[in-house]
């Protein structure tokens, strides 16, 4: 299994929301860069981005810092955060990132999402951030009122290559992740699935590895404050 710790960017720092609340974060005193070279230095070979600036803005504020990241640390890097046209996806394609994960445009365009699994085989990243098993769009501001489940089922032919599920009520509250839900979505899902929000232990990603139709979990804040430590997770990192 994959893990996958995590960076969220915001003003050219890491931060971590609590549910997504951007009046909630805590800023951390690593540099974006120096951050993924930690996870390098510890054996990872994956990373999760959120550019929470992207999000809020609908731009690619951070394809710079991005670019570096990938330059330096060679990490497979799967990037999300405010990714709404093709001109976007590029950017992060030519900045060598391994995944593009689109959020809310897919949601609420199929179409989007159908054309850019065609335009960049194997390279788009579904993100389904949920909250009471309805999705939520415009960095988790608003419920788009469709369910997850059947949400999923509409576009899962559409060559979607891995699919990201968020339950936002866990996120950034080490209180584990939603694993009933998430085991809902893998057992339907044409693509293996990235538990996300709420990992608290270890014991949490050893739980994930018995799943069905799971490639990996993102593990943020309790990296951060130090409830797991990088030496123990990445011996669970295949």
Not at 38 to 54: P, R
Request: net charge neutral; aromatic share 6%.
């Amino acid at each position: 299994m994959k893990i996958f710790p995590a960076i969220d960017i915001k003003g050219k720092k890491c931060v971590r929301l609590v549910k997504g609340d951007f009046d909630n974060k805590t800023e951390y005193k690593n540099s974006p860069v120096d951050q993924a070279n930690t996870y390098k230095g510890h054996g990872f070979k994956n990373l999760h981005i959120v550019d929470l600036d992207g999000a809020l803005t609908g731009e690619t504020v951070n394809v710079d810092i991005i670019h570096e990241i990938v330059k330096k640390s060679n990490l497979k890097v799967e990037i999300g955060g405010g990714i709404r046209n093709f001109d976007s996806i590029k950017k992060y394609i030519d900045a060598g990132v391994d995944k593009v994960i689109l959020g809310s445009a897919a949601i609420k365009d199929k179409k989007f999402l159908k054309e850019a699994c065609e335009k960049f085989p194997g390279k788009i990243a579904l993100g389904l951030d949920a909250k009471d098993g309805k999705l939520s769009v415009s960095g988790w501001k608003e419920s788009s009122n469709k369910s997850t489940l059947d949400f999923l089922k509409e576009v899962n032919d559409y060559g979607v290559s891995r699919l990201i599920f968020t339950d936002i009520n866990r996120d950034g509250t080490k209180e584990s992740p939603n694993f009933d839900e998430t085991s809902k979505v893998a057992s339907i899902s044409n693509c293996p699935v990235i538990i996300s929000g709420g990992v608290s232990s270890i014991d949490d990603v050893k739980k994930a590895k018995n799943m069905e139709n799971i490639e990996g979990i993102i593990v943020g804040k309790a990296i951060y404050d130090g409830d797991i430590k990088l030496e123990e997770l990445v011996k669970e990192d295949a």
